[in-house]
């Protein structure tokens, strides 16, 4: 690995005029996503936040989350897989755009229909959508970028995303509010909770029409391998060992306590609706920002070593978010948390797909997304379990454990050890 690392002005208006050349350089695929993830961030950041209250006003408990979560993530992990190889057949556009579609109609159907058996039915179905969004991402991305702009790519977007989920997540604090008294029921009934979450459902069906613009060539049939996945993990198993185990061990601490943050400071911390509304914006935009900052950083100190650095200072704030009896010093551990935890994760994301030769991108991706939905498949249960029985205090604890072993996993296989990057084409305009 190359230890000479570039030296950058960090004078703002060099980092203003640095961040826009490279968005400039952006290609047209690529600004039509960006303007899917603009409309899709904002929509999620109400859903994600108001979903847990929705299931709950209907007299489910916290256990219930937890199986839904479950759900979700382990149909995303089964499906990795085979999905991939579909996306690699009907192109990066259409994949794009049915996960979109699946998305959309979940959310409805749970909005229209609200039970039991239409909340595992529809968790199903946005498991398909999460798993086919995520293993066309990266390689979409890889594909419509250049190496001069693709760091900065992978991080605007999801900074994007972020920024747009705190607008999400500030409007979710008040949109049960308004749409309780547009029909006279309280602010926290299932009513005003479904049809909030009615709404955000068409605004994820909005999200779809940029990406009808997109351009997107299919693979030939003799590029595409149905057990391409299998033939190169028997291949490079030490490669995708170190790729994958540091990331399916964040995301076994992070199922544990992350889904269920809204329920954790209205049960810990006694807050309204509005309140956790709030602090969530604030706390996505903290995200957003983090992400934004993070390619500059990253050219300054290295890909690996921008993950390590991060990763290991979050979790003093972890402690302090779990443990700590004050209000506001939770909060504003949790938004340095999420800032320094989640900042890393383009950075890594664009580290893995410069590692990996083209053609196997793809099936990394697949690999990469089946690691990370193996611990929200499992830990989200588990948390349920332990909070209806010992409260937040266990499922803390084993997501500090599981963060610390990975990030010392980081420093060992890439910052310790020496790993070189592939030769990448330069991508078409």
Not at 90 to 116: D, H, Q, V, Y
Not at 144 to 160: P, V
Not at 308 to 323: D, E, H, K, R, Y
């Amino acid at each position: 690995m190359n230890n000479q690392r570039p030296k950058m002005n960090f004078n703002p208006s060099h980092l203003v005029n640095e961040y826009g050349m490279h968005i400039r350089a952006f290609k047209p695929n690529a600004r039509m996503y960006l303007l899917n993830v603009i409309i899709t961030g904002g929509v999620m950041g109400v859903f994600r936040l108001l979903f847990n209250f929705f299931v709950l006003s209907l007299g489910f408990n916290e256990a219930m989350l937890g199986n839904l979560i479950t759900t979700s993530s382990f149909v995303a992990l089964l499906a990795a897989l085979p999905l991939g190889y579909l996306a690699d057949m009907i192109g990066r556009k259409g994949s794009l755009i049915i996960s979109g579609g699946l998305l959309s109609f979940s959310i409805l159907a749970m909005a229209i229909w609200p039970s039991e058996e239409m909340f595992y039915a529809m968790n199903i179905v946005s498991g398909l959508a999460q798993s086919l969004a995520g293993v066309t991402m990266s390689p979409f991305l890889m594909e419509n970028s250049d190496e001069k702009e693709r760091t900065y790519l992978f991080s605007f977007g999801q900074g994007l995303q972020m920024t747009m989920a705190s607008v999400g997540n500030w409007v979710g604090g008040y949109l049960p509010t308004w749409m309780g008294n547009a029909q006279n029921v309280t602010a926290t009934s299932s009513t005003a909770y479904g049809n909030s979450i009615f709404i955000i459902g068409i605004g994820a069906a909005i999200a779809i029409i940029p990406l009808l613009s997109l351009a997107s060539p299919k693979l030939e049939k003799s590029q595409r391998a149905v057990f391409a996945p299998f033939q190169y993990a028997a291949k490079n198993p030490l490669l995708l060992s170190k790729l994958i185990l540091p990331m399916l061990l964040t995301s076994l601490g992070a199922g544990l306590i992350m889904p269920f943050m809204n329920v954790f400071f209205r049960v810990v911390h006694n807050q309204p609706d509005t309140v956790i509304g709030t602090l969530f914006a604030w706390g996505s935009l903290a995200m957003g920002v983090g992400l934004l900052i993070a390619p500059p950083l990253a050219e300054r100190t290295g890909k690996i070593q921008l993950v390590v650095i991060t990763q290991a200072l979050s979790i003093p704030f972890l402690i302090l978010l779990g443990f700590s009896p004050i209000v506001w010093v939770g909060a504003a551990s949790y938004y340095i948390r999420l800032s320094l935890m989640n900042m890393s994760s383009p950075v890594y994301q664009t580290f893995i797909m410069e590692h990996v030769e083209p053609s196997a991108r793809a099936t990394v991706a697949s690999l990469t997304s089946m690691a990370w939905n193996f611990g929200w498949a499992f830990s989200p249960t588990i948390s349920g379990w332990l909070q209806v029985r010992y409260g937040f205090g266990p499922p803390f604890i084993g997501t500090i454990i599981l963060y610390t072993i990975s990030v010392f996993m980081y420093w060992a296989f890439f910052w310790k050890g020496n790993i070189s990057a592939v030769t990448t084409p330069a991508a078409a305009d």
